[in-house]
Structure formats: C-alpha cells, structure tokens
C-alpha cells in the first residue's frame, strides 16, 4: 500500500505563507495523481488542486489558483503545496491525496473524481489567524 505523510501544517498570520509537503512510502508514487484537499470545521471537504506525473495542474478550487503552488518529484516520491497570500478562511485540515483516477474531473463539475484505490495522507492543520 501507498502511505502518504503530511508535513507542515501550523499557525499563519493573515496575508502570510506556508509550505505543507507530503512524502509516500512506495515507488509506484509517479503512477498517480497528486492533489490536496482541505476540510474545515463544520464543512465538507473540498478539492483544491491536482498535479499529474508530467506537471499538468487541475485546479478545482478557484480561490487558490492564484495563491497556491502545487510541485511534485517523482524520484523522492514527494509532493508540495505552497500556500501564499492566506486568509482566516483558508483554515482547515489539508490532506494529500494520491488520485488513481490522476487528475480527472468529474463531467460538468470542478471537482475531482475520487476512487476507492485512492491514497490519503493524515492530514496536517493549517490555522490562519492574527
């Protein structure tokens, strides 16, 4: 099995950055998609975003688009979420997520197709606030 650790996660102030990395335990990594999602309290989880082995990005969330940074290595087997310009609203539990439906979206929607064969990580805190 594929065992994703996230990494990163704490406190930020408004307006500030922070880079979560998720790291995977087996050398198949390169075979899946790589996004993240978040879950809020109270909230549904959401897709954010999904990298594909060559680089193509997904976006499913439209807020992050311009604030957020995904990267993946395929050799380390790890992955990165760069998160810049944070807002209270952006508090939540963010998790890593290896797709095996790689980045694909579900018809007429923005959000990602998920899987049973998908792989998710704990989940790291990210807790925006002044």
């Known amino acids: 099995q594929l065992r994703l650790v996230e990494s990163g996660g704490g406190l930020v102030q408004p307006g500030g950055s922070l880079k979560l990395s998720c790291a995977a335990s087996?050398?198949?990594?390169?075979?899946?998609?790589v996004g993240w999602f978040r879950q809020a309290p109270g909230k549904e989880r959401e897709g954010l975003l999904c990298?594909?082995?060559?680089?193509?990005?997904?976006y499913y969330e439209e807020s992050v688009k311009d604030r957020f940074v995904i990267t993946r290595d395929n050799i380390e087997n790890t992955a990165t979420l760069q998160m810049n310009s944070l807002r209270p609203e952006d508090t939540a539990v963010y998790f890593c997520?290896?797709?095996?439906?790689?980045?694909?979206?579900?018809?007429?929607?923005?959000?990602?197709?998920?899987?049973?064969?998908?792989?998710w990580g704990q989940g790291t805190q990210v807790t925006v606030s002044s």
């Open positions: 087996k050398f198949t990594w390169g075979y899946y998609g």
């Open positions: 990298i594909s082995r060559s680089g193509d990005i997904t």
């Open positions: 997520v290896a797709f095996d439906r790689k980045c694909a979206i579900v018809p007429g929607t923005s959000r990602p197709i998920e899987s049973p064969y998908d792989y």
